[in-house]
T-cell receptor, first 110, second 117 residues
């Protein structure tokens, strides 16, 4: 069966520090991968999606970036965090119509 | 482009009462429809989906939803809720438009269901 992992589970970072969040999927090949952000009291906002290694599409202009160095690995990064980057970050994968979500990373920028 | 409106931000109900969480969508193309549930500090879990066929779809945990194309709605229902159903529920749509949609989901703002004893 397929599983999706995210780490770390929680993270507290100062403004201006770098960020790296990792997502890995097991049990499937060549999945579509997605990064979402969920801010307090809001719905989910799609940040990036990838249909293959090295193929990244950005949905929203921001100071975040994403990379897919391996088929089942998706990384979310920032060189300098802003207060507005705080939120709950969710990775998801799909091989068909529905998406399956990871457990999420709670990021607090102080 | 698609948009999703969840008409109630919060729905309080008593245990064993029926509940309906409302979802309306807008799209210029046909869509696939989904309901997800999120428990505190967890990821989203798929409750049910409508892809085609019967407009009444059944999901996990006793939930069901009905697709109404003329009213562009996909309301979620459960005849008798439990305390454990307390969570946030998200309606989502995906364009059925071929290659370029890449399975992208557009989510509503969520409805917090609180079940009281």
């Amino acid at each position: 069966s397929q599983t999706i992992h995210q780490w770390p589970a929680t993270l507290v970072q100062p403004v201006g520090s770098p960020l790296s969040l990792e997502c890995t999927v097991e049990g499937t090949s060549n999945p579509n991968l997605y990064w979402y952000r969920q801010a307090a009291g809001r719905g989910l906002q799609l940040l990036f999606y990838s249909v293959g290694i090295g193929q990244i599409s950005s949905e929203v202009p921001q100071n975040l970036s994403a990379s897919r160095p391996q088929d089942r690995q998706f990384i979310l990064s920032s060189k300098k965090l802003l207060l507005s980057d705080s939120g709950f970050y969710l990775c998801a994968w799909s091989a068909s119509y529905e998406q399956y979500f990871g457990p999420g990373t709670r990021l607090t920028v102080t | 482009a698609q948009s999703v409106t969840q008409l109630d931000s919060q729905v309080p109900v008593f245990e064993e009462a029926p509940v309906e969480l409302r979802c309306n969508y807008s799209s210029s193309v046909s869509v696939y429809l989904f309901w997800y549930v999120q428990y505190p500090n967890q990821g989203l879990q798929l409750l049910l989906k409508y892809l085609s066929g019967s407009t009444l779809v059944k999901g996990i945990n006793g939930f069901e939803a009905e697709f109404n194309k003329s009213q562009t709605s996909f309301h979620l229902r459960k005849p008798s809720v439990h305390i454990s159903d307390t969570a946030e529920y998200f309606c989502a749509v995906q364009a059925n438009a071929g290659g370029t949609s890449y399975g992208k989901l557009t989510f509503g703002q969520g409805t917090i269901l609180t079940v009281h004893p």
